[in-house]
């Protein structure tokens, strides 16, 4: 029993790493969205319905929910692109909550096997059985989740040493700034929200495979304000900060049972701490280059 409890909570931790490392994509480039939990929402649906009606196979159904989440990301990026601070906030916060109203009323059914299968509204979305069909294990699928994110995390990596996540960066310091370089600050905006649409996306179809069931209530506002809320715990200098702020809230505070019924007012508690004391989180870009520093200054002693 132990075991399968922190399987569960270790696979919950990799999927929700997903729609954190989306919301801090955003806060990189300078904003804040809220909204973050509908791209999770849009590929958990599509995924599922992919695979549970459509029979497509896991690995495409996973892909499909990813790339409609990048493509709900552009259709909100477009019109929002101009828009700055709460009015963007506001806006994908606004976008948010109107899908998830979308999927209280939206029914699409099919008979499989004298059943129907498929979204019935504010009843939710059942039998997304696509990995226990393939026999896929709890931890063979927790192995999917991990492997998947640590490819997702080597390109945020990857990302911070080049060009363009460099001018992520100088969008999110000082946009004005960016646009009298000759970079079209708009432009590399809609980039970054798409892409931050895709890591969601590929959080949300992970998610409606385990559960086996999704309903719009699960993709409602407080996933989108705990997604921002783990970069700004476990830091804004490296993708491996919002990591630690899910490793914290879920890992170590829904572990400790004495504060079991306290967890959301703990966590609203240390997201206000950090807040004062280190405003861009425990790996802030100074603590970044200091850990840096230090690590090359042991592997030239180590030579």
Known sequence: ??????????????????????AYLLLVVGEISFGQQAF?????YGSGIA????????????????????AAALVVAIPTVQLRGLYFSVATLAFAEMVRLIFEIFTYQ???????????????????RAIYDSNVSDFEYLLIIYGLLAVVLIGFLILERS????????IGEDPMLT??????????????VVMAGVVAGIGGALYAHLATYVEPKIFN?????????????????????????VAIDIGL??????????????????????????????LDEAAVHWLRRRWRGLVRAEN
Request: hydrophobic share 55%; net charge negative; no cysteine.
């Open 40 to 44: 999770f929402a849009v590929s958990a």
């Open 51 to 70: 695979t549970a009606m459509w029979g497509w196979p896991i690995w495409l159904g996973l892909l499909w929910g990813a790339l409609l989440a990048g």
């Open 110 to 128: 099919v008979e499989i096997d004298g059943e129907l299968v498929g979204p019935d509204g504010s009843d939710g979305f059942r039998d997304i």
């Open 179 to 192: 646009e009298m370089q000759g970079l079209n600050v708009n432009a590399y905006k809609i980039l970054a």
């Open 253 to 282: 505070l829904e572990s400790i049972r004495a504060i079991s019924g306290y967890r959301m007012i703990v966590f609203g508690g240390l997201v206000a701490v950090l807040l004062i004391m280190r405003p861009r989180g425990l």
């Open 221 to 245: 506002v407080m996933l989108g304000v705990h997604a921002l809320a783990y970069g700004l715990i476990g830091g804004l200098g490296t993708a491996v900060g919002p990591l630690i702020g």
């Open 1 to 22: 029993m132990d075991d399968i409890y922190l399987i569960a909570v270790l696979s919950n931790i990799g999927m929700i790493s997903f729609i954190a490392l989306s």
């Open 163 to 170: 060009r363009l996540g460099a001018i992520f960066r100088m």
